[in-house]
């Protein structure tokens, strides 16, 4: 099974960026604005909520790892998005991972480019910028 997986330099300390990967709060700030909580789960709606990825937090682990499996989605679903910090001498190293991928099918390609935007979205806010979410309610930011 194939995996994403993308590493960023961050200058903040993990307890800055961990909240930014394990919460619908913090993923609202990089990610996407159509974000609903409840029952356990974090909602994510896409294009106008045409998708929608159905997260549930497995490992909490503050401030070092969060990992989300994803109940929904036709090609997401069963997929695992897993989020590492380590701790470096300017900040902290994320290393991100969406295992348990069937295939290396075109979604696959464009969900890899797509994290990478995330990734630096993710940094900027972590860093004190505020970018937005790539996702906003019915388009995408770029």
């Known amino acids: 099974m194939p995996d994403i997986q993308h590493s960023v330099q961050i200058a903040a300390r993990p307890e800055i960026v961990y909240p930014l990967t394990a919460t619908a ?61 380590d701790v470096t001498s300017s900040g902290t190293v994320l290393r991100f991972t969406q295992s348990g991928w069937r295939s290396e099918s075109d979604y696959f390609v464009s969900c890899n480019t797509t994290w990478g935007a995330l990734m630096y979205r993710l940094k900027s806010v972590a860093q004190g910028n505020h970018p937005g979410p790539l996702f906003l309610a019915t388009e995408m930011a770029y």
């Open 25 to 85: 709060r913090g993923f609202s700030l990089w990610w996407a604005t159509d974000i609903t909580e409840g029952d356990g789960t974090v909602e994510l709606g896409f294009f106008d909520r045409s998708t929608i990825y159905r997260l549930r937090l497995r490992v909490d682990r503050p401030p070092t790892e969060a990992q989300w499996s994803c109940d929904t989605g036709d090609e997401w679903n069963g997929t695992q998005l897993l989020f590492r910090l």
